[in-house]
């Protein structure tokens, strides 16, 4: 599976922004897809995933992230809202091999395929 990301830039505080996932191989709407974020100096971390069918967001998004898929497109996206500075971070884009356990969806090692990377840059 690849995964190509897309749709990071450069934004002012409380603006908005949709990231885009594509993701070409088999198999694609079976598969949990999340994104992470990671900040310079910083380990990545979770933000949002969709595990079978069912969003879930860390505690720093929720209300102001929603993430969403369309399995004809094979994209996923992360409609990203009221950014902040503390939202600059590149965001990646990762798959599971479909059969990840609820506990483990908020760890990276759990996804087996990743895309390369946006860049979200949140000036004040």
């Known amino acids: 599976v690849q995964l190509q990301a897309s749709g990071g830039g450069l934004v002012q505080v409380g603006a908005s922004l949709r990231l885009s996932c594509a993701a070409a191989g088999p198999t694609f709407s079976a598969r949990n897809m999340a994104w992470f974020r990671q900040a310079p100096g910083k380990e990545r971390e979770f933000v949002a995933v969709?595990?079978?069918?069912?969003?879930y967001y860390a505690d720093s998004v929720k209300g102001r992230f929603t993430i969403s898929r369309d399995n004809a497109k094979n994209t996923v996206y992360l409609q990203m809202s009221s950014l902040s500075p503390e939202d600059t971070a590149v965001y990646y884009c990762?798959?599971?091999?479909?059969?990840?356990?609820?506990?483990?969806?908020?760890?990276?090692?759990?996804?087996?395929?990743w895309g390369q990377g946006t860049l979200v840059t949140v000036s004040s």
């Open positions: 990762a798959a599971d091999r479909g059969t990840s356990i609820l506990s483990s969806i908020y760890t990276p090692r759990t996804y087996d395929y």
């Open positions: 969709i595990w079978r069918k069912n969003p």
